[in-house]
T-cell receptor, first 114, second 112 residues
Framework: DVKVTQSSRYLVKRTGEKVFLECVQDMDHENMFWYRQDPGLGLRLIYFSYDVKMKEKGDIPEGYSVSREKKERFSLILESASTNQTSMYLC?????????????FGSGTQLSVL | QKEVEQNSGPLSVPEGAIASLNCTYSDRGSQSFFWYRQYSGKSPELIMSIYSNGDKEDGRFTAQLNKASQYVSLLIRDSQPSDSATYLCAVSRPGSARQLTFGSGTQLTVLP
């Protein structure tokens, strides 16, 4: 089975801190994604990557950046955490193939910014 | 207008009944449609995908797609308490099948 591992299940940070969320997948998937999930808003795409060192902005990239130095690892960076970034962050990966996209999600990181 | 809309619910059905979950989408160019199930405190998991008009059945689950009406639905027959979860509709973006737009989800409770 595909495994997508997120480094922390719960994280508490202070306003202004730099925050790193790590995600590792073990199935050699090309595509990796970062979503945030908020009540009533569903999943919103922050950033995604189709290849090593490649990144593209999603729908809500402001205040975030990403890094993909290795195929299996996709990091989300909050440059200066703010309270409105308190959320559940979900990493996902998928293999390429037109019409065959199945997202495999990690277990999520619940981030609280105080 | 939201790109993918779902009734937020909550939706309650008795055990053994049919649960009907609905989703509409705004972009006619979307080609791929998915239903994800998310148990409380867990991450979403794919349960159904559908790409062409009509019905697709998988066990107790049936996905229905009507591209002309921009409508996709999920029917759960013989609902079980274990089906209680939030169901997320996801639609691929035109020109970028790897990117999905999610609805906000419908919370389903199956009452024993």
């Amino acid at each position: 089975d595909v495994k997508v591992t997120q480094s922390s299940r719960y994280l508490v940070k202070r306003t202004g801190e730099k925050v790193f969320l790590e995600c590792v997948q073990d199935m050699d998937h090309e595509n990796m994604f970062w979503y945030r999930q908020d009540p009533g808003l569903g999943l919103r795409l922050i950033y995604f990557s189709y290849d090593v060192k490649m990144k593209e902005k999603g729908d809500i990239p402001e205040g975030y950046s990403v890094s993909r130095e290795k195929k299996e690892r996709f990091s989300l960076i909050l440059e200066s955490a703010s309270t409105n970034q308190t959320s559940m962050y979900l990493c996902a990966s998928s293999i390429s193939g037109q019409g065959k996209e199945k997202l495999f999600f990690g277990s999520g990181t619940q981030l609280s910014v105080l | 207008q939201k790109e993918v809309e779902q009734n937020s619910g909550p939706l309650s059905v008795p055990e053994g009944a049919i649960a009907s979950l609905n989703c509409t989408y705004s972009d006619r160019g979307s080609q791929s449609f998915f239903w994800y199930r998310q148990y409380s405190g867990k991450s979403p998991e794919l349960i159904m995908s559908i790409y062409s008009n009509g019905d697709k059945e998988d066990g107790r689950f049936t996905a229905q797609l009507n591209k002309a009406s921009q409508y996709v639905s999920l029917l759960i027959r013989d609902s079980q308490p274990s089906d209680s979860a939030t169901y997320l509709c996801a639609v691929s973006r035109p020109g970028s099948a790897r990117q999905l737009t999610f609805g906000s989800g419908t919370q389903l409770t199956v009452l024993p």
